[in-house]
Structures are given as C-alpha cells and as structure tokens.
C-alpha cells in the first residue's frame, strides 16, 4: 500500500509518462502479493487521489486521466489471469460469508484490552473478558505511551 500511495503522489504530481509507469508497476505488485490486502486498500486508494486530484487542482486535466487509465488499466488487465480463478473458485463453490459468520469473527472493544495467554509480559492482562483462544488484539502499553508522549511534546511550549 505505502508504494502504490507514493506512486500515486508522485504522479499527481507530475504526470509523465514515466511515473504512470510506476503507479502501474506499484498497482500491479500490489495486487499480485496479498490478494485481500489489494482489495482491501482500493477505498483509500480512491480517498487518496480524490485529495490529491482536489490539493493540485487536477480534475480537468487530461493528460492525469489518460496516463492513468491506461497505467491501471494495463495493470488490471495483467492482473486478470491472476483474480479470475479465484472469482470462478467463488462462484463454484458458494464462497459467502453471512452476517452472523462475520459477527462472530468480528473483534469487539472487549479484545482490545485482553492480550493472548502466550504473551509473557501482558498475561492475565483484564483477565476479566471471556475470549474464545486467539481473539485477543491488545498491542501492549508501549505503543500508547509512545503515542501520547509524541502528541504531549508535540503541543507543550
């Protein structure tokens, strides 16, 4: 994702012939890696150009939306062999997840404050949810004392 937000930025910027290529190539890889972190990362995608079609005033230009159509439009179609049998796959054997199979994988605020029983340093961390084994998410205290630090020294005087 961080690449294909920087190709994308660096040909809003300019928009050359030689970035378009790069915002291909950093489409392209995208999706050919992690099939669900690709689809997964279309909407900020999208939300991204919108803000950067809208900062550099790029909404007529021409030149950014033939570059860039072709430039996904190429990546998408070599993209094809690879996401059509995983379409087919789909639609073959019935692959759908209901709302209640979605709800039930689902993390509730709950999990953000229990650890996993295998973490020596958090364990019996707010022992008091009741989890199925695995549906722990807490991070550790590190990362909000880092946060909060950086946020206070970022508005002290």
């Known amino acids: 994702m961080p690449l294909v937000?920087?190709?994308?930025?660096?040909?809003?910027?300019?928009?050359?012939?030689?970035?378009?290529?790069?915002?291909?190539v950093a489409f392209f890889m995208s999706g050919l890696t992690t099939i669900s972190w690709f689809t997964l990362t279309l909407l900020p995608f999208v939300v991204t150009a919108a803000i950067l079609l809208t900062r550099y005033g790029i909404w007529r230009?021409?030149?950014?939306?033939?570059?860039?159509?072709?430039?996904?439009?190429?990546?998408?179609?070599?993209?094809l062999p690879f996401m059509l049998p995983y379409f087919i796959a789909a639609r073959l054997y019935n692959f759908k997840r209901g709302i209640d199979e979605v709800r039930s994988w689902s993390a509730l605020p709950s999990h953000w404050l229990a650890a996993e029983p295998r973490n020596k340093l958090w364990h019996g961390w707010?022992?008091?949810?009741?989890m199925a084994a695995g549906s722990g998410c807490f991070p550790g205290c590190c990362r909000f004392c880092f946060h909060w630090r950086r946020c206070y020294s970022a508005f002290a005087i």
């Open 126 to 130: 707010a022992t008091i949810c009741r």
């Open 61 to 79: 230009d021409r030149e950014f939306w033939r570059r860039g159509a072709v430039a996904l439009g190429a990546a998408s179609l070599g993209l």
């Open 5 to 24: 937000l920087e190709a994308l930025v660096l040909f809003a910027r300019r928009r050359s012939q030689r970035r378009a290529v790069w915002l291909g």
